[in-house]
C-alpha cells in the first residue's frame, strides 16, 4: 500500500524525491508516514550542510573566528547530527538490513594444564642467566 506523502514533502522538491527513494518497492503503512517525512528531512539537512562547506572551495573542516583562533565549521555538527538521526530513523523504519555475520572459526579448547604440559616438553624458553667472572 502506497503511503500518502504529508505536504511538508510534497511541496519540496529534494523531500520528494527522498521519499520516493526511500518508499520505492518498500512496505510502509501510513503510520510511518511522519518517521519517512523526518528522515527525509535529516537526509535534506545533512545535504544542505555539505554544499555549504563544498560551497567554500572545497572541503573544509574549520575557520578562524575573528580572533584568529581556528573553530570547528557549525557544519560538521549539523553533519554528525543528522548522520545519527538518519541512522536511527532509518533503524526504526527497518531500511537496515541485518549484515551477515562471517562464520567464525570454532576455537579449540586447551587447558591451562596442556598449556603448561607442552611449554614443558619444549623445554626452558629463557635463556640461562651469564656468569659473572670473579673479580677478586
Not at 521519499?19 to 511522519?34: H, L, S
Not at 535534506?44 to 565549521?73: C, M, P, V
Not at 523504519?93 to 576455537?107: A, D, I, S, T
Request: charged share 30%.
Amino acid at each position: 500500500m502506497a503511503v500518502e506523502k504529508p505536504r511538508s514533502v510534497a511541496e519540496s522538491p529534494y523531500r520528494s524525491a527522498k521519499w520516493d527513494e526511500i518508499t520505492e518497492g518498500r512496505d510502509f503503512n501510513q503510520a510511518d508516514a511522519p518517521l519517512l517525512a523526518m528522515l527525509c528531512q535529516w537526509h535534506e539537512i545533512n545535504d544542505t550542510a555539505l554544499e555549504e562547506i563544498e560551497s567554500l572551495g572545497g572541503i573544509h573542516t574549520a575557520y578562524a573566528d575573528d580572533k584568529g583562533n581556528a573553530r570547528q565549521l557549525p557544519q560538521i555538527a549539523t553533519m554528525a547530527r543528522a548522520s545519527s538521526e538518519i541512522r536511527e530513523i532509518s533503524k526504526q523504519l527497518g531500511l537496515f538490513k541485518p549484515r551477515e555475520e562471517k562464520p567464525q572459526k570454532p576455537r579449540a579448547k586447551v587447558t591451562a594444564l596442556e598449556i603448561l604440559t607442552k611449554q614443558r616438553a619444549q623445554g626452558p624458553t629463557r635463556k640461562p642467566a651469564a656468569k659473572v667472572p670473579n673479580s677478586a
